[in-house]
């Protein structure tokens, strides 16, 4: 199958202790570019977050965003620091010896200083907390690849199309080419007819410079390339997988071809056609930077 390179996906995981939010989209890039969003806590799952996109995908810019709520109640634990709290009160009696005070401090004072009391987040079972990751990010890449699937398919569809007119074009050359050489021998020998008259014809003579002209306006070659070109791209786009460079070197080689036909071309006809041909390997190149 054929996938396009712009796509998007989303799912979510909720129970009683967390919920997940999972989107991905992407656009069209030469390489694979991953850039995840996510909050600092999830941090240590980012490298395995990379290997499982790997798994869906091989070319694109795209964007993954986690969303994280802890529901927990009992995720966070207070913590008494003694000996703190007994470094306090020793330097307060010290104070009220050196100047002659009352020692008037609390308990309830004492626990308001910095450090006393402190609020310490529970460790995260990270077993449990990956599984329940990967499991929503694998169901949005399943989602992702989905869209990529069927805007692949249209755009593959939408290539053939537009290769078979193509294909026409190319045979409209093809077909074109003798009746130049014709016309130019037509031509050359009424040239020298109203110049001469008809004892003055040398057949040779014309029919070398006619060889020679056909020898510069030959598109045989060319002509063989580009449908060869062609087909390869049908073939390749109907076998599917990750195609996008391959078929995006096909595009620059047919152009490459179409290129050589305009330059060769001394008949109108074939100019007009072979610009026709360009533009439409220009269309096919632009949509080739859709596919992964």
């Known amino acids: 199958m054929i996938k396009s390179m712009t796509g998007f996906g989303r799912a979510e ?11 991905i989209k992407s656009v069209n890039h030469r390489y694979l570019d991953v850039n995840i969003k996510m909050p600092k806590k999830l941090g240590f799952f980012e490298a395995s977050i990379r290997n499982l996109l790997k798994e869906y995908m091989q070319r694109g810019k795209v964007d993954l965003y986690i969303t994280y709520e802890d529901f927990a109640e009992d995720n966070y634990n207070i913590r008494y620091n003694r000996d703190v709290a007994r470094a306090y009160l020793q330097y307060l009696n010290e104070m009220g010896n050196d100047f002659g005070l009352d020692n008037d401090i609390r308990v309830s004072i004492l626990s308001r200083y910095p450090e006393v009391f402190t609020l ?32 692949g398919e249209n755009l593959k569809n939408d290539l053939i199309n537009k290769l078979d007119g ?51 306006v030959c598109v045989d070659e060319e002509i063989v390339r580009l449908k060869s070109h062609i087909k390869n791209t049908k073939d390749t786009l109907n076998a599917g997988g990750s195609v996008g460079r391959k078929l995006d070197f096909i595009a620059q080689e047919m152009n490459r071809e179409a290129n050589t036909v305009l330059s060769k071309s001394n008949d109108l006809l074939t100019s007009n056609v072979a610009i026709d041909l360009k533009t439409d390997i220009e269309k096919v190149r632009e949509q080739i930077q859709n596919i992964e």
């Open 120 to 151: 310490e987040e529970q460790e995260i079972d990270e077993d449990e907390l990956w599984k329940d990751i990967e499991d929503t990010v694998r169901r949005a890449c399943e989602g992702f690849v989905n869209t990529r699937v069927s805007e």
């Open 166 to 216: 193509m294909l026409v074009l190319v045979e409209d050359i093809e077909k074109r080419a003798p009746e130049i050489i014709t016309e130019y021998r037509k031509k050359i020998t009424d040239k020298v007819k109203d110049m001469l008259g008809d004892a003055g014809i040398d057949e040779s003579r014309i029919l070398t410079e006619v060889t020679l002209f056909a020898d510069r």
């Open 13 to 23: 995981y909720s129970d009683e202790k967390r919920r997940l939010t999972v989107e």
